[in-house]
């Protein structure tokens, strides 16, 4: 059984900072992640860490966008710094497990609101 449930969406200034979290159940995923979509947009990929450690960004967000994870809470972070109006959108934690040979996203969080303005 895995759930994911994110909080700290909210309304913020452009130039502002916020912090998301994601409460993960189980254990075990080859990766774990933030995505988020824009109204009219397509889902896009914003950050990944992976079982190694390792961490990545997206290009329109990286040197702003931090992710982190508390292994002790077992909870995902995207401490979000110098936000733009374009970070609108409703981001998603999502976790990945092995799928036909590859690390894919297969649990998805609910969606939290990110509006800058």
């Known amino acids: 059984h895995v759930q994911l449930v994110e909080s700290g969406g909210d309304s913020v200034q452009a130039g502002g900072s916020l912090k998301l979290s994601c409460a993960a159940s189980?254990?075990?995923?080859?990766?774990m992640g933030w995505y988020r979509q824009a109204p009219g947009k397509e889902r896009e990929w914003v950050s990944s860490k992976t079982s190694g450690g390792t961490t990545t960004y997206a290009d329109s967000v990286k040197g702003r966008f931090t992710a982190s994870k508390d292994n002790f809470k077992n909870t995902l972070y995207l401490q979000m710094n110098g936000l733009e109006t374009e970070d609108t959108a409703v981001y998603y934690c999502a976790a990945a497990i092995q799928s036909r040979g590859a690390c894919e996203y297969k649990y998805w969080g609910q969606g939290t609101q990110v509006t800058v303005s």
């Open positions: 189980g254990y075990g995923f080859c990766g």
